[in-house]
């Protein structure tokens, strides 16, 4: 297959839709404090509000895999745009902890078009391997990015200048109305290429029996939920668990994030290029491994080093990517079926992220506070480090040391 003339032209599209989802996705953690004190919330009705796009991710991200399989990606990353625009416009007139769930649900309505578009368009547009990592990386890099600069500037500048958090949503409503409009603009301008009809007209649930027929799939569809119980509690409560159990200003608390926020980056865009067939379980159970250590520090160490132990926990930033890597690598998942493949991926990573969130949100309102929370996390990781062993066992019983294009 010839790779695409505007490939790159194209990923820088996807880049700033990706980069306005992990606006959506940070918005209020660094307001979580203040937010959840104007609207009369408890620790666990904030995690269950922030968790519920979550929930609805679990429904529509099979349904969004197939539709980018059967229609574009023009359409679907316009789609999941309007998804970040909408659900941050809402956000900020909600009025109580109700509107605010249904307000953060109507970002996974569309939102799994974005998640599902981005390896879809690894797989479709960049048939060499090793640009496919290279990108698979970067464009993971856009919403940690986007999620980065927002808790970094949020308390010091944005309150600062607008006010009230329902301004600083408004605010990054428009920023993600720019990257979508910008995606709209090179999607009508580029050249390309004619789309992959192999099993496109395969009935939808004869496809996903297809893709679970396979072992290796099941295997990764598993760890994916735990790999989310992770990312979403560590994403969702780290500011405010810095601030409550680290006696952290709020401004203190977001500026330790977002330094690690900045090692995540350089992590995420660099590291999954070094996800090959024989290294990616390995660097997968590395990564996860320091991350859990991390959290134990945080959890249980002294307070003069809970800053330092939450820049370690950016080492969970390129776990996602080199996920996304191992599923492309697995048998069964081709170019035709990449979407429905990574629609089924995100439903099944997340039921961990609605629970990884709300668990904690619960566990620190009870007796065991944030130390018995973390823990929790702490066992659900190390649970996807066990799993991630056995499913590097199934691989290379399959597939020996080849190393293969699933593409």
């Known amino acids: ?181 910008g995606w709209v603009a090179i999607w009508a301008w580029v050249e390309r290429p004619e789309r992959s009809t192999v099993h496109n007209d395969t009935a939808g649930g004869d496809a996903v029996r297809q893709l679970l027929r396979s072992t290796e799939v099941r295997l990764i569809l598993v760890t994916a939920f735990a790999l989310f119980f992770v990312m979403h509690s560590l994403g969702t409560w780290l500011p405010t668990v810095l601030e409550e159990h680290g006696n952290m200003s709020a401004a203190g608390a977001g500026g330790w994030v977002a330094a690690a926020g900045l090692i995540a980056l350089v992590l995420t865009a660099t590291v999954p290029s070094q996800a090959t067939p024989n290294r990616m379980h390995l660097l997968f159970i590395a990564l996860l491994g320091v991350t859990v250590v991390a959290i134990a520090a945080v959890a249980f160490g002294p307070v003069d080093t809970i800053g330092p132990a939450a820049l370690v926990t950016a080492a969970r930033s390129p776990l996602v990517p080199i996920a996304i890597v191992t599923l492309l690598e697995a048998d069964d998942v081709t170019g035709a079926n990449a979407g429905l493949a990574n629609g089924l991926w995100f439903s099944a990573a997340q039921v961990g992220g609605v629970s990884g969130p709300l668990m904690l949100g619960i566990v620190a309102d009870s007796a065991l506070g944030y130390a018995g929370a973390l823990t929790t996390v702490m066992v659900v990781g190390t649970l996807g480090i066990a799993l991630a062993l056995v499913q590097r066992r199934v691989y290379l019983r399959t597939n020996g040391s080849a190393q293969h294009s699933p593409c």
């Open 1 to 181: 297959m010839t790779a695409p003339r505007h490939r790159w032209v194209v990923f820088g599209g996807l880049v700033a839709v990706y980069f306005s989802f992990g606006i959506g996705v940070a918005a209020i953690a660094p307001m979580l404090t203040l937010v959840r004190e104007d609207l009369g919330a408890s620790r666990g009705q904030m995690g269950l509000a922030l968790g519920s796009w979550t929930m609805v991710y679990i429904v529509t991200s099979p349904i969004a895999g197939r539709f980018i399989d059967r229609f574009d990606l023009g359409w679907s990353l316009f789609l999941g745009g309007c998804s970040v625009i909408g659900s941050l416009l809402l956000r900020a007139m909600a009025d109580g902890v109700g509107t605010l769930w249904l307000a953060v649900a109507c970002f996974g309505v569309f939102g799994p078009l974005v998640s599902a578009s981005a390896p879809a368009l690894m797989a479709n547009w960049f048939p060499d391997e090793r640009e496919r990592r290279l990108g698979v990386g970067l464009y993971a890099a856009a919403p940690a990015l986007g999620g980065t600069i927002i808790i970094a500037i949020t308390n010091p500048v944005l309150l600062e200048w607008l006010g009230t958090w329902r301004r600083v949503l408004v605010f990054e409503a428009a920023l993600a109305a720019v990257c979508t409009l």
